[in-house]
């Protein structure tokens, strides 16, 4: 057997990283991010506890990677790009891709809302979140300013809780939610 090559040690890497982050995803979740512990990842995961340590330095660090890609992936799906006016067809995409995400992928996002909401995980989530969402925010906002709004911060956060229930509401009863339904009456209301 030949030696493995410096791609194929970094593609094992990788795969390992993406385990390791997977089975965490899954361990907060259920236990909880202050519950959880490293073994248990290590156990989910299937790997020993010191090659997690390899990877990553703290239980906090898995929480900031695990966020971070969640994040990474909605925002590159989304190409949000707040030196750039919003238009209604922009707004309308936005409103699918959010929706569109959940449905796709319901384990994954079922995880992070039960995770977001943990009190440990709260502030974290808002401190190393809000320089990703600030663009979309902003984006929103004007968007909502130009449709003449007279309080377009309030429509924004209007929006987003709307959003927020939508996608639960998903989360909750994937087979009898109206999915397309909704994503029309939203864009009825605020497109």
Request: hydrophobic content about 45%.
């Amino acid at each position: 057997m030949a030696p493995r090559s410096p791609e194929q040690f970094a593609e094992i890497r990788e795969e390992r990283k993406a385990q390791i982050l997977e089975a965490a995803l899954e361990v907060f979740a259920k236990h909880s991010f202050q519950g959880a512990s490293i073994s248990e990842v290590a156990i989910k995961a299937n790997v020993s506890k010191g090659l997690i340590y390899n990877y990553f330095k703290s239980k906090e660090e898995i929480l900031k990677v695990i966020i971070h890609d969640l994040f990474d992936e909605l925002v590159e799906k989304m190409q949000i790009d707040s030196n750039q006016a919003m238009t209604r067809e922009d707004f309308v995409s936005f409103i699918d891709i959010s929706i569109d995400e959940v449905v796709a992928n319901p384990d994954r996002w079922k995880l992070y809302m039960s995770l977001s909401l943990q009190p440990a995980v709260t502030p974290l989530l808002m401190e190393e979140m809000m320089p990703k969402v600030q663009p979309l925010l902003t984006r929103l906002n004007n968007y909502f300013m130009e449709q003449g709004h007279d309080d377009p911060l309030a429509m924004m956060r209007y929006y987003s809780a709307i959003m927020d229930g939508v996608q639960m509401h998903i989360l909750l009863d994937p087979e009898n939610f109206p999915v397309e339904k909704v994503k029309q009456m939203m864009i009825d209301q605020f497109a």
